[in-house]
Structures are given as C-alpha cells and as structure tokens.
C-alpha cells in the first residue's frame, strides 16, 4: 500500500555495519509493526510499537536489533553489527487499530549483507 | 508444528477456473483472519479479513473460516493473470498482547491466459 512509506527499498551493508530501516505510517495510524520475510518464507512478527512505547518486541533477536517509533519522525528498525543470515525483506505495516486487523503493509526494504 | 500451516504450491490454471487456496492452525485462540496478496517484489496487500466463522464475498473472492475445523480458504472465481501472486493468510488473536499477526508462508499462484 502506498499510503505507508519505507525507506530504502534496498539496502547493502557490509558484515558488522549497522543498517537503518525507516517506517512512515499512515497518516492518522499510529500503530507500526515490523515484520521480516526470510526467501520463501512468510513474513515473521518482529515488534509492534506505539508513539514512544514498544509494545510487544517477543519477536525481535535479543541482540543487534532495536526499534523506536518517537513522539516526531518516522518509525526506525536498526541493526547493529549485520550478519549475512540479517539478508532480508523487512516490513513496516501501520494500522489504526490495536488489534491490528486491518494492518497495511509498505513495500519493503531489502537487506542485502556482503 | 507451525501454527499456521499453507500449502506452499506452485499452483497453475487456466485463466477463468476457480481457485481455492488453504491454510489450517493450531492456535484456538485466533479470532481475525486475513488474506494477503503479495507480488513478486511488493509488500503484501490486504484482500479480505473476517472475524470468527463464516463466509465474506467481495467481488470475485470469497473467504470461509471454520473454527471448529481450525480451516480457513480463499476462493477466487473467474481467475485472471493478474491474480498471479503469493497469498498469504494471517491470523491475530483478539486481544491481549498477541496482537501480531502470523501469517502462513505463502501459496504461490499463475493464472495461464
């Protein structure tokens, strides 16, 4: 969906540089959520954040992996360190709702790792 | 055992057949259910969604859930080559802190002109 915006859409790094991942939501949504697409798998929940509050991060790795969505700005997935099993589709979806039934999904970035 | 189990296909037919994708789960506690539309290289794109049991018609697609049978299905009448994608399907529990949705790992779909 256009409406959410991310950016880049494709990214290389080098192993143990850090990547940043941007999310815009919707306008008028803010509730975000973080999904990673691994080739040929489905897309996996990361975390799911509100203005200034991460909400559920149960599917974030323990290390190298932070999310922030501020009171200003839009929302970011950072990784520090990136390894090459980081090489990934990420997605940003928004939603206006908590339960996030009508959750609409940017384009994507792709992580590249070298 | 994954919670949301989807044949992965390919699936191939002709243009104007009915399709009819799948997905099963072990989670009793999924109460919304989605079907997402990807294109190659493209974020997912919500089709349709329901709420517990029952049947939702929207144009050319059609979702059915049976909870009891831990079911859900899409069906996708008069197909067109545009159709080809990957479906995905998602489900989410009502509340509580699971407000994430999980999704299946995809069918992909070619619609023969």
């Known amino acids: 969906n256009a409406g959410v915006m991310q950016n880049p859409r494709h990214l290389v790094r080098r192993r143990g540089q850090e990547a940043r991942l941007r999310c815009s939501p919707m306008?008028?949504?803010?509730?975000v959520y973080w999904y990673r697409q691994l080739p040929e798998e489905g897309l996996k929940f990361m975390v799911y954040?509100?203005?200034?509050?991460?909400?559920?991060e149960s599917g974030m790795p323990k290390e190298r992996f932070s999310a922030e969505f501020p009171k200003e700005g839009p929302s970011i997935l950072r990784i520090q360190q990136v390894v090459r099993g980081d090489s990934a589709a990420y997605f940003c979806?928004?939603?206006?709702?908590?339960?996030?039934?009508?959750?609409?999904f940017g384009q994507g970035t792709r992580l590249t790792v070298v | 055992q994954k919670e949301v189990e989807q044949d992965p296909g390919p699936l191939s037919v002709p243009e104007g057949a009915i399709v009819s994708l799948n997905c099963t789960y072990s989670?009793?506690?999924?109460?919304?259910f989605m079907w997402y539309r990807q294109y190659s290289r493209k974020g997912p794109e919500l089709l349709m969604y329901?709420?517990?049991?029952g049947n939702k018609e929207d144009g050319r697609f059609t979702a059915q859930v049976d909870k009891s049978s831990k079911y859900i299905s899409l069906f996708i009448r008069d197909s067109q080559p545009s159709d080809s994608a990957t479906y995905l399907c998602?489900?989410?529990?009502?509340?509580?802190?699971?407000?994430?949705?999980?999704f299946g790992s995809g069918t992909q779909l070619t619609v023969l002109p």
């Open positions: 979806a928004s939603s206006p709702l908590e339960v996030g039934t009508e959750a609409f």
């Open positions: 306008k008028g949504h803010s509730h």
């Open positions: 954040l509100q203005k200034e509050n991460i909400i559920d």
């Open positions: 989670n009793s506690a999924f109460q919304y």
């Open positions: 329901t709420y517990s049991s």
């Open positions: 998602a489900m989410s529990e009502a509340s509580g802190s699971a407000r994430q949705l999980t």
